[in-house]
């Protein structure tokens, strides 16, 4: 048995089929059918080919993580077809909600491409298995990484997944505030109408020169840190930092691409943020040499901080109408998965840290 990441992957991946498929949560309304009526209906005459390339590729996936989990957890019986019905099934409950919202059309044309999805993903994971791929991958992972932290490995994949989100600031992950408060506050108005539940009104500040400088280089420092915890040789660490910040650059400039247009996708790159990066690059050439343990601890310390100065800010009235374009443009679905990725995925490394530092065995 094989301890192994597909099966984290593969619920967060769950997670984002949900959002994606009943998005956006709102207006549902009974039309006084059953369900799993449209399984009954003729099938469409309209589709694009667009339309039967996205619902199979958005199902390969899940197929994969999941066929992948139950072979390298030792359950090699049935594995493949478990997992294409699982898949199946997911599918058939997407498209029966979608029937009781009004923006959303059940389809079995889009059940049937789901399900062949999810079987292909399946296939091409036992297929890696039996040609022994996998065992590469994880040899490879045992030289590299530290055992029992799949989850470091989680996060590491989702960062740059996260970065596709518009940031009102390069690396700036996790500015939530300003966003929060009006929600919070018509949260606790819509519970009680007592007036002491009212949520405080924080006074942002427009981010001065330094305070970017700063959380550009925490904010590319994190990722490394966070690869620190889990990588034991120098060598290797020195290898995954040169990869990561580049990785970074590499997709913050493709998401300023989509959101600005390609003659942008470097007008990010101010002063102020190639100076952050540079002091990143060489706060973690600094702090290579660090064990385990102490990286968890730096790491915490840096997105404490990170997360305290980014959200003492607004995110401008020129960010927030890129990100109306998002919201109401052709990236909306992609918008939804990564906008919560972007938004999340520092609290889920501040946990996973927690834990790691909370540890009374943990391996310095």
């Not at 990441?5 to 991946?13: G, R």
């Not at 910040?245 to 470097?266: D, E, Q």
């Not at 060489?282 to 997105?303: H, N």
């Amino acid at each position: 048995m094989h301890k192994t990441s597909a099966w984290p992957l593969a619920l967060i991946y769950a997670a984002l089929i949900v959002y994606a498929s009943l998005y956006p949560f709102s207006e549902w309304r009974n039309q006084g059918i059953a369900p799993w009526a449209f399984l009954s209906a003729p099938w469409s005459r309209y589709w694009t080919w667009f339309d039967v390339v996205s619902n199979v590729l958005g199902y390969m996936p899940m197929g994969f993580l999941l066929a992948l989990s139950a072979l390298r957890t030792g359950r090699q019986r049935g594995a493949i077809w478990i997992s294409t019905v699982i898949c199946g099934l997911m599918s058939l409950c997407m498209e029966s909600l979608q029937s009781y919202l009004p923006m959303r059309v059940a389809d079995k044309m889009d059940l049937a491409m789901n399900f062949l999805g999810a079987g292909a993903g399946a296939v091409c994971a036992g297929a890696l298995e039996r040609l022994g791929v996998m065992q590469r991958w994880s040899l490879f992972r045992a030289r590299w990484f530290s055992p029992n932290d799949r989850w470091a490995l989680v996060l590491l994949a989702l960062w740059p997944l996260a970065l596709l989100f518009p940031a009102a600031l390069p690396f700036g992950l996790g500015q939530v505030l300003e966003r929060a408060q009006p929600a919070l506050a018509s949260l606790l108005a819509a519970l009680s109408d007592a007036p002491l539940l009212v949520v405080p009104h924080a006074e942002l500040a427009p981010m001065q020169p330094v305070t970017a400088f700063f959380c550009v280089a925490l904010g590319s420092l994190i990722p490394c840190m966070l690869g620190y915890c889990v990588i034991v040789s120098l060598q290797r660490r020195l290898l995954f930092l040169l990869v990561t910040l580049c990785l970074g650059i590499a997709v913050t400039a493709l998401s300023a691409a989509l959101s600005f247009g390609p003659a942008r996708a470097w007008a990010w790159m101010s002063p102020p943020v190639q100076a952050g990066w540079v002091l990143g690059l060489v706060l973690a050439l600094v702090l290579l040499p660090l064990r385990a343990r102490s990286c968890a601890a730096w790491l915490l310390l840096a997105l404490v901080l990170h997360l305290s100065l980014l959200n003492q800010a607004p995110v401008g009235s020129y960010f927030s109408q890129t990100l109306q374009t998002w919201e109401q443009g052709r990236f909306i679905r992609f918008h939804g998965i990564t906008q919560w990725l972007g938004w999340l995925w520092p609290y889920a490394t501040l946990l996973f840290v927690l834990r790691r530092v909370s540890r009374p065995t943990a391996k310095n």
